[in-house]
């Protein structure tokens, strides 16, 4: 054999290893942080779609027990270590050799020497809640040494280790391609549905400008609809996935990478790996924002808007969004793997058709009258004759409108939104006056200011142009509504029309759930009107409350103190504790309302004058006093 066939086939097998390591990952550089060298349960992996965020490591399982060792993956200094009642709770940072940094999270404590350090800095702050950088060198830890305790402090949903391993950019990375034997997983991913989307006001899906669903069938080890779709023009696809575990019935992963293929070619790639924290909040225009709001069903976008910046797309002229304009047959197949590389087909069928204009309600479900908004078109319903073209009126014009298509009895009108906001659809004695009229621009700050309403939107307070509606009746205000993701906050101010309010000082804004359960928003009052900033759009409405926090006893000793503080209204603003007039550290976990004493030394009773102190948001208060 020659030496340089020996060569090739040596770096051939060499290959994979290579570029894991140049691409930062080093199978065996790290040593597994819980229970090393036994079988390791996972209940989140990286990239998962977790409401705003995706997912940044590996949440490993405890047996639903807290209290297991933690240990370091690898020889590092601790360079930062942080206590928060929400978050990641008790969380440490060890910095690497190799430059990298481990994160583990949801601890129920440190070890000791850590632990003593945070309890000095707590009481030199005097505050529960501290993030803290000890710097190179003072705290040391070698591969293997015990660093804290595994716990489900923070934000936590159940006892877990939530582990991560950043780049030099502090960007995370996907603990599963460092190569631990102790986590494995052959289940490829689960395909729950597919939907076709119309791209823009030309395009059709089953002969209507709507997106469309479609049951898939499982056919072996891969997936197909369950028949073959007509489209119409610019189309892309939607589709709701996950994926499970080997022996794992109950947790349901994310899926890492998908690739979209058309008659041979490839369309459309995404990789979910490395994303930076501050663009996590892209991940509203990575899913269909609007759908997830209405039924919680989280379908993931297989294209690329303008308004979605994440860099998650190797290739980017590969945009996922097709046109199909010949008439013919199309053949399509979607590729996905999870974090363990296990790859799941969905192919079928795709029909390309020059467009229904009448469609047969034995064919479609009839459509009521009406108007809603499509991305950033209108779609009014409305009875008439075929052919027959709509009035609209737009500041003070009259414009007739011909019909897009027609299903049943009724036209079908399709108005695009950047040619103004219409007042007023009608076909005579039938009339619809659309939900819109505020254009919010995505760079530009914009302000909107009708009767006593003021609402201000920053540059990029939106993900890309949007269209809402700003509405006051009595004491509610509309802005927006939840189903479109914000980027920013936006100001408002209004003067509510009740008389009833007692105490301006005691009454805030809240926002109302589509069940009608309010949450606090907070706001500032100028004479009679209330200012306030929201993350979110959605209903507002003005109460009162002068009801103050609850404190229910659970332990007074001279060993330890403990609560349950709880505020059903606005919720707890502040706890302060003292012993004999000085500050005394509480542990505050508000997914129990509790809290509970932290001496500073163990070995001295509490002894003297204790005094709780709780406000709620709107100051109102309530005292615990008693004496050790």
Partial sequence: MSRYFIFLITNLLLYPFLLSAQQGYQPGYYMFPVRPNQVNAFAGTMGEIRGTHFHGGLDIKTSGIEGLPIYAAADGYLNRVRVSPYGYGHVM???????????????????????????????QRNSFSVDLYPGKGTFMFKKGDIIGYSGNTGSSGGP???????????????????????????????IQRLSI?????????????????????????????????????????????????????????????????????????????????????????????????????????LYRTEANQLPIYPEEHLTGILDIKDGGEHQVVLKLWDSFDNMRELSFGLKGTAGNHVLSLDKVAPVTVGCERYANTLKVVLPAKMGEAANVLISDYKIKLSPAYRV???????????????????????????????????????????????VKFEPNAVFQKEYIRVLQKGDTLWVGNTTIPLRRKFTAAFKPATKSLQQKEKSAVYQLSAKGDRFYVGGTWNGD????????????????????????VLEVSSSRLKFKVKDEDSGVKSTTCTLNGEFLLMHYDPKKDLIYSLKKDQTKP???????????????????????
């Avoid at 583990?104 to 309890?119: E, I, P, S």
């Avoid at 209507?208 to 073959?228: H, I, P, W």
């Fill in 93 to 123: 940072y060890l910095q690497h050799e190799n430059g990298q940094v481990t994160v583990y999270a949801h601890l129920q404590r440190f070890t000791k020497v850590v632990a003593d350090y945070v309890l000095e800095q707590q009481y």
């Fill in 160 to 190: 877990h280790l939530h582990f991560e391993i950043r780049d030099m950019e502090q960007r995370p990375m996907n603990p599963v391609k460092f190569g631990f034997k102790e986590i494995k997983d052959t289940t490829p991913p689960t």
């Fill in 197 to 301: 989307v119309p791209m823009n006001i030309e395009a059709r899906v089953e002969g209507q400008y709507e997106t469309s669903d479609f049951s898939v069938t499982r056919n072996g080890k891969a997936y197909q609809l369950v028949r073959s779709p007509e489209v119409f023009g610019k189309v892309a696809f939607e589709i709701q996935t996950y994926d499970k575990a080997d022996n794992n019935r109950f947790n349901k992963f994310g899926i890492n990478r998908i690739e979209v293929w058309l008659d041979g070619k490839i369309q459309y790639k995404h990789v979910i790996d490395r994303v930076p924290f501050h663009m996590n909040t892209f991940v509203d225009t990575f899913v269909n924002f609007e759908r997830y709001r209405k039924d919680r069903d989280r379908y993931q976008r």
């Fill in 408 to 454: 049943g009895d009724k036209n079908i009108y399709l108005w695009a939104l950047k040619y103004g906001i219409p007042d007023l659809f009608w076909v005579e004695n039938e009339k619809v006056i659309p939900q819109v009229n505020l254009q919010v621009e995505k760079d530009k700050p914009v302000l909107f200011q009708e009767n006593d309403i003021t």
């Fill in 529 to 552: 009107y209330i200012e306030f900033t929201s993350g979110g759009f959605g209903t507002f409405t003005i109460a009162e409350d002068t009801v103050p926090p609850v404190i229910n």
């Fill in 606 to 628: 509490l002894k003297g004058v204790f005094r709780m102190e709780v406000k709620d948001q709107l100051d109102n208060v309530t005292v615990f006093e008693r004496k050790l």
